[in-house]
Nanobody
Framework: QVQLVESGGGLVQPGGSLRLSCAASGFTFSSYAMSWYRQAPGKVRELVARISSGGSTNYADSVKGRFTISRDNAKNTVYLQMNSLKPEDTAVYYC?????????WGQGTQVTVSS
């Protein structure tokens, strides 16, 4: 079955960096787009970044120039490099894949940006 396991979250000061990882299994990873979403307390879940199977990327306006999504098909892993973090980036970050039209989510990893 499809499994997505995120890691790499934590507490970081404003201006700092974190790299999130999402290990995928149960499907042909290289054939599918992968996405990162986030959900802050009291807010709806929002798309942060997406990478296609071919490597094309899209970002939310709020993270453009600061976040970078990438993938390693040999390791079945997608990454989110987050630089210049702001307090408003605080949220639970989720990995997402849509496989045969069914959305799958990881368990989420908490990112807290605070001094």
């Amino acid at each position: 079955q499809v499994q997505l396991v995120e890691s790499g979250g934590g507490l970081v000061q404003p201006g700092g960096s974190l790299r999130l990882s999402c290990a995928a299994s149960g499907f042909t990873f290289s054939s599918y787009a992968m996405s990162w979403y986030r959900q802050a307390p009291g807010k709806v879940r929002e798309l942060v970044a997406r990478i296609s199977s071919g490597g094309s990327t899209n970002y939310a306006d709020s993270v453009k120039g600061r976040f970078t999504i990438s993938r390693d098909n040999a390791k079945n892993t997608v990454y989110l490099q987050m630089n210049s973090l702001k307090p408003e980036d605080t949220a639970v970050y989720y990995c997402n894949a849509v496989v045969y039209y069914i959305p799958y989510w990881g368990q989420g990893t908490q990112v807290t940006v605070s001094s």
